[in-house]
């Protein structure tokens, strides 16, 4: 197995872990990979992680970070615990 570099903290964080999460429906979450499935393929829970009320669903934005700068990361929105939107920055 090759070292990873110092500045790699999360190798779970990867464009292979993005393809795997399922998004659901755009206003009720519904067919989405659900929120803890998603922090277990993650392997640690959110770097960043915020969460507020919206027209009677929760929402939830959280950030994991592949590197030390958070110039590498995975991003998911979801909604009632389903993802909704997905975004990563850096990763190849």
């Known amino acids: 197995m090759s070292k990873l570099p110092d500045d790699v903290f999360n190798e779970n964080v990867s464009i292979e872990n993005l393809e795997e999460i399922s998004l659901?429906?755009?206003e009720t979450g519904e067919g989405g990979t659900n929120?803890?499935?998603?922090?277990?393929?993650m392997g640690n829970p959110p770097?960043?992680?915020?969460?507020?009320?919206?027209?009677?669903?929760?929402i939830v934005e959280a950030d994991w970070r592949r590197d030390n700068e958070g110039n590498e990361f995975i991003s998911v929105n979801f909604i009632d615990g389903m993802a909704v939107g997905k975004f990563q920055e850096g990763l190849k």
């Open 24 to 26: 659901g429906d755009d």
């Open 35 to 41: 929120y803890e499935e998603i922090v277990e393929l």
């Open 47 to 58: 770097n960043n992680r915020a969460e507020y009320q919206e027209n009677g669903s929760t």
